[in-house]
Nanobody, 120 residues
Framework: QVQLMESGGGLVQPGESLTLACVAS????????MGWFRQAPGKERELVAD????????KYVPSVKGRFTISRDIAKNTMYLEMNNLKPEDTAVYYC?????????????WGQGTQVTVSS
């Protein structure tokens, strides 16, 4: 059974940093990519950052470029999101997402989410 466990969320002040982690377990097939999404109250879920597992290539939503860094530890099946210079508009529930090759196609899995609140 695939499980994604996020950690690292919390309450911080503007300008501070947080690092989120997502540990994937129970995955026996090849992971194509891992990503972080977020959803703020009243808004749609959006992709924040994504990393291709086999080559480490990344992409970011423009609002976090230069502030957030996504990375992965293949041996540990773990993904990280380092968030610096956090802003109130970064407040959201952050979700871990993994795309796995299964039966000739990609299937995605989601974590439960971790709350990030940026407030003075």
């Amino acid at each position: 059974q695939v499980q994604l466990m996020e950690s690292g969320g919390g309450l911080v002040q503007p300008g501070e940093s947080l690092t989120l982690a997502c540990v994937a377990s129970g995955i026996t097939d090849t992971i194509n990519d891992m990503g972080w999404f977020r959803q703020a109250p009243g808004k749609e879920r959006e992709l924040v950052a994504d990393i291709i597992v086999y080559d480490g290539s990344t992409k970011y939503v423009p609002s976090v470029k230069g502030r957030f860094t996504i990375s992965r530890d293949i041996a540990k099946n773990t993904m990280y999101l380092e968030m610096n210079n956090l802003k109130p508009e970064d407040t959201a529930v952050y979700y871990c997402n993994v795309d796995v090759w299964q039966n000739g196609g990609l299937r995605d899995y989601w974590g439960q989410g971790t709350q990030v609140t940026v407030s003075s």
